[in-house]
């Protein structure tokens, strides 16, 4: 591990290095904008359970108002505070890491690197299976970060902790794993910004994924390396964690700076923010005359492709990125089940959405979906016993639910007065 980290951090100096060479102005070329998922946003309920103001669940519904497939694509789309998965309310299939038909998966045997507009090869290619667990059982660090599953019901193998940095400050560090590829990138995106403003002042890092990934409370996602949470830079205020950003204290320039390497310099696949910010965030890289058909596309989409900065609510008092990681992608295809098998991953549990109507409680749902009120409080990251008309629960349903991480999490964890959003 510690080994793996003083290579990360290498390698993250070097990139920032050879990235500083190519842009000394701090300019940004334009890149394509990327792909990803429709955007979504879903009517309010009607139920007359208590309703209550929240940041949470604000999300498409059935009609009747019970357990639904999610009906709506992958990618981040926008369901309660976090992204939702395609494929939430299906099970994981039963001896490894469902990977289904998640249309970001990189290809077998070769990697796209927009980046670098070429293909390169994964670390992996020529080897055998029989090769692969051979080094998970002689020398498991070879293999690299490997990101398991899917952002919403994933895990996570030889993690990397994001290193100190004075760019940044770690909220939760217990907290702040990912992939080599989440790591770096993140690194990279943060170190522009902080190299290109005289005196920026450490931003707020949150939530990246627990060290073996998996459920995470108070999150949907953040299981499998790949999400971030990024506080924001205000003005001539510190960067305290999770201040309500709002058009008059956000730091502007510095924050489209992020929004600009990070489409650019990484590969990320979605930013969400607040809808209420967008339009600054918009305006203020018009204004500064960067490209208008590179500022359309990220924030409108175009091409076939959906805008990589997104509304989700409860993002104006952070940023949720979602990186891609095209190697650690594949290496989770490659060693799911091997990792299951010699007991180094879980499976992440089966679960289902249910959308909560008048007359719903806990213990009907625990009764209903055979798991119990525990379970659906973790799940959830709830503080309380009530249930809000209209939000959408996710719902344990295996025997195998509360992963190893859910088992260690509190329901006081979160902290007391602010919302249960890290
Ligand atoms: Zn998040």
């Not at 926008?78 to 395609?86: F, N, Q, Y």
């Not at 996602?221 to 205020?237: I, L």
């Not at 590179?294 to 940023?319: C, D, N, S």
Request: aromatic share 4%; proline share 7%; charged share 20%.
């Amino acid at each position: 591990m510690k080994d793996l980290n003083v290579v990360v951090l290498a390698l993250l100096g070097g990139l920032l290095g050879a990235c500083q060479a190519r842009s000394p102005s701090g300019a940004l070329p334009p890149r394509d904008a990327s792909q990803s998922a429709n955007q979504t946003t879903g009517p309010s309920s009607g139920g007359a359970v208590a309703r209550r103001q929240s940041h949470r669940n604000n999300a498409p519904q059935s009609a009747n108002g019970s357990a639904t497939e999610n009906a709506y694509d992958d990618n981040g789309d926008v369901v309660g505070d976090e992204p939702e998965d395609a494929q939430d309310g299906e099970s994981v299939s039963g001896s490894g890491f469902d990977t289904g038909d998640d249309n970001d998966q990189p290809n077998h045997g070769a990697v796209d690197d927009p980046r670098i507009n070429r293909t390169i090869h994964h670390p992996y290619d020529g080897m055998a299976q029989t090769e692969l667990e051979r080094l998970l059982k002689e020398k498991p660090e070879s293999l690299g970060s490997v990101s398991l599953g899917r952002p919403n019901a994933g895990g996570l193998f030889n993690a990397v902790r994001m290193p100190d940095d004075p760019a940044w400050k770690l909220v939760d560090p217990s907290h702040a794993y990912g992939t080599e590829e989440t790591v770096l990138s993140l690194g990279l995106a943060l170190h522009a910004v902080f190299e290109h403003f005289p005196s920026t002042e450490a931003v707020s890092i949150g939530h990246i994924s627990a060290r073996s990934g998996g459920h995470l409370n108070p999150h949907r996602s953040h299981q499998s390396g790949r999400d971030v949470d990024v506080g924001f830079y205000y003005k001539g205020a510190p960067n305290q964690w999770y201040a309500r950003a709002t058009p008059d204290n956000l730091d502007l320039e510095r924050t489209t700076f992020l929004v600009r390497s990070l489409v650019d310099k990484t590969d990320i696949e979605m930013i969400l923010i607040d809808h209420s910010l967008q339009a600054p965030l918009e305006q203020t890289l018009l204004e500064q005359g960067y490209n208008a058909d590179w500022t359309e596309r990220v924030f409108h989409g175009g091409h076939g492709r959906p805008p990589i900065v997104r509304h989700a609510p409860g993002h104006a008092t952070h940023l949720h990125l979602r990186f891609r990681n095209p190697i650690a992608q594949q290496s989770g295809q490659r060693l799911a089940s091997l990792l299951v098998q010699h007991h180094l991953a879980v499976v992440p549990p089966k679960t289902l959405t249910h959308v909560a109507r008048a007359g719903d409680t806990l213990a009907k749902l625990a009764a209903r979906y055979g798991t119990t009120m525990h379970e659906i409080r973790i799940r959830n990251g709830m503080r309380d016993t009530s249930l809000v008309a209209g939000h959408i629960y996710t719902i344990p349903t295996s025997a195998t639910s509360s992963g190893s991480n859910s088992k260690n999490l509190p329901l006081s964890s979160a902290k007391a007065g602010s919302p249960v959003r890290k």
